[in-house]
């Protein structure tokens, strides 16, 4: 299993940016599918996006599509998601997930995913 830890959360205002990183350990980082999904109080966690081994493959969720982007550094075993132009309702715990077995598809659910990070809060004020 791979250990995954976010930062860069934080406060911003309505209409600013923040990057998020997403540091693995544990295992191989250029061989896992890895994607970020967000929970808020009360709610399901939520796709924001996903990134094949490569980076070569990115997709999104339909509330965040372009707004957000995610990249990886493999070789730096990190994952990240640049957010701008925030909004009130991206407030939530971001996690990043792995999918450890090989895959070639996009995969939206958290029951796709083997690892978890702890999350990172961000808080968008409007």
Not at 48 to 72: A, C, L
Not at 80 to 94: F, I, N, P, R
């Amino acid at each position: 299993q791979v250990q995954l830890v976010e930062t860069g959360g934080g406060l911003v205002q309505a209409g600013g940016s923040l990057r998020l990183s997403c540091a693995a350990s544990g295992r191989a980082f250029s061989g896992l599918h890895m994607a970020w999904f967000r929970q808020a109080p009360g709610k399901e966690r939520e796709f924001v996006g996903g990134i094949n081994w490569s980076g070569g493959m990115t997709y999104y969720g339909d509330s965040v599509k372009g707004r957000f982007d995610i990249s990886r550094a493999n070789a730096k075993s990190t994952l990240y998601l640049q957010m701008t132009s925030l909004k009130a309702e991206d407030t939530a715990v971001y996690l990043c997930a792995a999918k450890s077995t090989y895959s070639s598809g996009r995969y939206l659910t958290p029951n796709d995913y083997d690892s978890w990070g702890q999350g990172t809060q961000v808080t968008v004020s409007s």
